[in-house]
């Protein structure tokens, strides 16, 4: 009786191919599906609506009635473009533009890290069929809706004061709305390289505040540096000044297409950007 070894062939063991991850860069996948985030945030600042709008209208108001009357009794009238202009009204186009500003990065950045870091509802939204994508465009949408809502109460403040008059004003709203979405968009980019709140400092000091100072707000640019003067030409908040400031004269924009294409060209190109550092910041 013969035994026949049976020789057992060995394979080698089977090396599991992940498959490629997207590209980080990809263009933006938006559905309809940011509408529930964007109302789940809405559902919860109508709890805390009138401290919230307080807190934001108060400083400009403040900074108005500061500046505008008490430094501008000093002041009088500012040269814009060869003609004499009340440096109340003077002040108050150009911080109208910086409340947007400031609203909207204010809520893309504490309050949007708050929920992305701190609370992990980003996360709990993501477990239902909600993409990232989604979610960081509501944030960024919310984050406009709150600063044109800001804005539309303090312009309602500075036409009941008697500021000014101009009809052209309405079209005011849609350029505050557009200046939301710029500054939410760049606010977010921070958010996404954020590990504390302690990190918005850089935000704030070495963009925010420059911006401010450099985009004629608080007084003409032509009064700045030739250097300096040629950085203010480019910033968001220069166009936003340059569009807005002749409505609240009863004048179209000087350049108008330009300093719109301005806003629009950082607007996508920020929300781009902090797309793709979220993705990667939950890709990790």
Same mark, same amino acid.
């Given at each position: 009786?013969t035994?026949?070894?049976?020789?057992?062939?060995?394979?080698?063991?089977?090396?599991?191919?992940?498959?490629?991850?997207?590209?980080?860069?990809r263009?933006?996948q938006?559905?309809?599906? @940011?509408?529930p985030?964007?109302?789940?945030? !809405?559902?919860? @600042?109508? $709890?805390?609506?009138? +401290? /919230?709008?307080?807190?934001?209208i108060?400083?400009?108001?403040?900074?108005l *009635?500061?500046?505008?009357?008490?430094?501008?009794?000093?002041? =009088?009238?500012?040269?814009?473009? =060869?003609?004499p202009?009340?440096?109340?009204?003077?002040?108050?186009?150009?911080?109208?533009?910086? /409340?947007?500003?400031?609203?909207?990065?204010?809520?893309?950045l504490?309050s949007?890290? /708050? &929920?992305?870091?701190?609370? $992990?509802?980003?996360? =709990?939204?993501?477990?239902?069929?909600v &993409?990232?994508?989604?979610?960081?465009?509501?944030e960024?949408?919310?984050a406009?809706? #709150?600063?044109?809502?800001?804005?539309?109460?303090? %312009?309602?403040?500075?036409?009941?004061?008697?500021?000014s008059?101009?009809?052209?004003?309405?079209?005011a %709203?849609?350029?505050?709305?557009? *200046?939301?979405?710029?500054?939410?968009s760049?606010a977010?980019?921070?958010?996404?390289?954020? #590990?504390?709140?302690?990190?918005?400092?850089?935000?704030?000091?070495?963009?925010?505040?420059?911006?401010?100072?450099l985009?004629?707000?608080?007084? +003409?640019?032509?009064? !700045?540096?030739?250097?300096?003067? *040629?950085?203010?030409d @480019?910033l968001p908040?220069t166009a936003a000044?340059?569009?807005?400031?002749? !409505?609240f004269?009863?004048?179209?924009?000087?350049?108008?297409?330009?300093?719109?294409?301005?806003?629009?060209?950082?607007?996508?190109?920020?929300?781009w950007?902090?797309l793709?550092?979220? &993705?990667?910041?939950? &890709?990790?």
């Open positions: 009786m035994t026949e070894a049976t020789t057992s062939t060995s394979q080698p063991p089977a090396i599991a191919v992940q498959a490629p991850q997207p590209a980080l860069l263009p933006p938006i559905s309809w599906r @940011w509408w985030v964007f109302r789940r945030n !809405l559902l919860v @600042w109508r $709890k805390l609506a009138v +401290p /919230s709008l307080v807190g934001n108060a400083e400009p108001l403040i900074t *009635v500061a500046f505008g009357y008490g430094l501008g009794m000093l002041i =009088g009238q500012v040269q814009l473009n =060869g003609s202009v009340p440096y109340i009204l003077f002040l108050a186009s150009g911080s109208i533009c910086m /409340s947007a500003m400031n609203a909207a990065s204010f809520e893309a504490y949007a890290f /708050s &929920r992305m870091h701190v609370q $992990k509802t980003w996360d =709990g939204i993501m477990n239902a069929p &993409r990232l994508d989604d979610v960081v465009f509501a960024m949408l919310w406009a809706y #709150k600063s044109l809502f800001t804005s539309a109460v303090i %312009l309602a403040v500075m036409l009941a004061l008697g500021i008059h101009s009809p052209m004003l309405i079209l %709203l849609p350029l505050l709305g557009l *200046v939301g979405i710029v500054f939410a760049i977010l980019i921070f958010n996404a390289l954020a #590990k504390g709140y302690d990190f918005f400092t850089y935000y704030f000091s070495l963009f925010l505040t420059p911006t401010m100072f985009s004629g707000v608080f007084f +003409p640019r032509d009064q !700045l540096p030739g250097v300096m003067r *040629v950085i203010s @480019w908040l000044v340059e569009l807005i400031r002749p !409505l004269l009863d004048q179209w924009p000087a350049q108008g297409l330009r300093h719109l294409a301005v806003l629009v060209v950082y607007g996508v190109a920020a929300f950007i902090a793709a550092l979220t &993705r990667r910041r939950f &890709r990790n």
